[in-house]
């Protein structure tokens, strides 16, 4: 809608990013069966944008889970409702922590991947998040500013 958007008609980066941020919490809690605050957002870049008019669907699940965090990958897709036209926005990988009543670190449940197309998933996040931080590190030491930084 238009109060959303820039002098150029397309939306915000800021109210996208807030968009990803309410669904991949909302993957999260269904997950964790409990609160959850964002720890991190990885690195996005928004590649295409979106108009005024423009429907836009972003989806998020939850693809690796440790002891209190949950690790989310999100898209955006717009599309253009009058031509069906649809294109990839942007995309990241989120980390939440489960909090209790008392706003601590509370454990999560362990993930399982039970069906193949749940495994594919989860494989698929798993190799972009890797893909996604090796060019991270190369694009920081080309830079000179990446010899702090670890690749998983």
Same mark, same amino acid.
């Given at each position: 809608?238009?109060?959303?958007?820039?002098?150029? +008609? !397309?939306? *915000?980066?800021? !109210?996208?990013?807030?968009?990803?941020?309410?669904?991949?919490?909302?993957?999260?809690?269904?997950?964790?069966?409990?609160?959850?605050? &964002? /720890?991190?957002?990885?690195?996005?870049?928004?590649?295409? @944008?979106?108009?005024? +008019?423009?429907?836009? &669907?972003?989806? #998020?699940?939850? *693809?690796?889970?440790?002891?209190?965090?949950?690790?989310?990958? &999100?898209?955006?897709?717009?599309?253009?409702?009058?031509? +069906?036209?649809?294109?990839?926005?942007?995309?990241?990988? *989120?980390? *939440?922590?489960?909090?209790?009543?008392?706003?601590? @670190?509370?454990?999560? @449940?362990?993930?399982?991947?039970?069906?193949?197309?749940? !495994?594919?998933?989860?494989?698929?996040?798993?190799?972009?998040? !890797?893909?996604?931080?090796?060019?991270?590190?190369?694009?920081?030491? #080309?830079?000179? /500013?990446?010899?702090?930084?670890?690749?998983?």
């Amino acid at each position: 809608m238009p109060e959303g958007t820039n002098h150029l +008609g !397309r939306a *915000f980066g800021g !109210r996208i990013l807030e968009w990803m941020d309410v669904v991949a919490s909302v993957a999260c809690r269904r997950f964790a069966g409990s609160q959850v605050v &964002t /720890a991190s957002i990885d690195h996005v870049d928004f590649h295409a @944008p979106i108009e005024v +008019g423009d429907v836009v &669907t972003i989806e #998020a699940y939850v *693809f690796d889970a440790g002891r209190t965090s949950l690790t989310v990958r &999100t898209t955006v897709r717009a599309e253009d409702p009058e031509n +069906g036209e649809e294109w990839d926005v942007t995309g990241a990988f *989120f980390t *939440f922590v489960a909090v209790d009543d008392d706003d601590q @670190p509370t454990p999560v @449940p362990s993930l399982a991947c039970p069906s193949e197309n749940e !495994r594919a998933l989860r494989d698929r996040a798993l190799d972009d998040r !890797r893909e996604h931080r090796e060019a991270l590190v190369e694009r920081l030491d #080309a830079e000179g /500013a990446g010899t702090d930084i670890e690749s998983e």
